[in-house]
């Protein structure tokens, strides 16, 4: 939504929004880790699923057992024990349950979710000029971002650029695991005009150290990347479109793959002006 705001000028109402779910993500992340939060909600929901395995939910509160995880990657799913009802495994982890370690990791992300406040799109400024010339305006934007990752979090730094002709984007990404940090740059161009307007190109492109392996507790970097392009034919307020991305392995946010993919996309978008 940010980026439709900055790049196409809608004045949609979406300032409420944004709060609305930033504040949902940080206060979700925090109360994970209160155990005078979730252990209640965890009793409650075991006492009332019972011993039918149907109405459970897949892991409970993700952030729990996200941390567990972490910490513990081959520890055997059996061991998180027996429902209460006594039918199949006890999926959802309490805060109480975690070590002091994985409480205070927990806590820790939780705390630099407020990070993700740090933007002018929240308090009403889509875009800012920054210079005018004789061809039009240039407008700018920035936004923080601490996002949870396979392997700890990424805090990056996003730029959003806009000239009278292009749109552009770029992100500074500094990856963190337990115990060391790598860095990431990713780059976009955005509906770039061919044809008479009529087709509009946009290309994305990332290049990364991570840790090997997506590993919580290594120092050891691992090199990857990522090349998406997206073309798309203007038919009034129809767009139809098509899109191919490929990555290496590595973590990307709002890609499911972790290991080397190639992905088609395909669809139609509706833009009104």
Not at 86 to 111: F, H, M
Not at 250 to 257: A, R, S
Request: hydrophobic share 40%; aromatic share 16%.
């Amino acid at each position: 939504m940010q980026k439709n705001n900055f790049y196409y000028n809608q004045t949609l109402p979406h300032i409420p929004l944004y709060w609305l779910s930033t504040l949902n993500a940080i206060t979700y992340v925090i109360q994970s880790a209160s155990a005078e939060d979730f252990d209640p909600l965890i009793d409650e929901a075991n006492e009332k699923e019972g011993a039918d395995i149907s109405k459970r939910d897949f892991t409970g509160p993700d952030f729990t057992a996200w941390v567990s995880a972490l910490f513990n990657p081959d520890r055997p799913y059996e061991e998180r024990g027996i429902h209460p009802s006594g039918v199949g495994i006890n999926r959802y982890i309490k805060p109480s349950e975690l070590s002091t370690d994985e409480l205070a990791y927990l806590k820790r992300q939780g705390n630099l979710q407020w990070i993700n406040l740090l933007s002018p799109h929240l308090f009403g400024f889509p875009k800012i000029k920054l210079k005018s010339t004789a061809q039009g305006d240039h407008y700018g934007n920035i936004a923080i971002r601490h996002l949870l990752t396979s392997f700890g979090n990424d805090i990056c730094l996003d730029l959003f650029y806009q000239t009278p002709k292009n749109n552009y984007f770029f992100s500074l990404h500094n990856f963190n695991n337990l115990n060391a940090s790598f860095f990431g740059l990713e780059g976009a161009v955005i509906d770039r005009p061919f044809y008479f307007n009529k087709i509009m190109v946009s290309g994305r492109g990332m290049v990364w150290t991570q840790p090997r392996n997506q590993s919580f507790t290594t120092s050891d970097a691992s090199l990857g990347g990522l090349l998406s392009i997206r073309s798309a034919f203007v038919l009034g307020a129809w767009w139809p479109y098509f899109e191919i991305e490929a990555k290496t392995k590595g973590w990307v946010m709002g890609n499911v793959f972790l290991e080397e993919n190639i992905s088609f996309r395909g669809g139609m978008s509706l833009r009104f002006r």
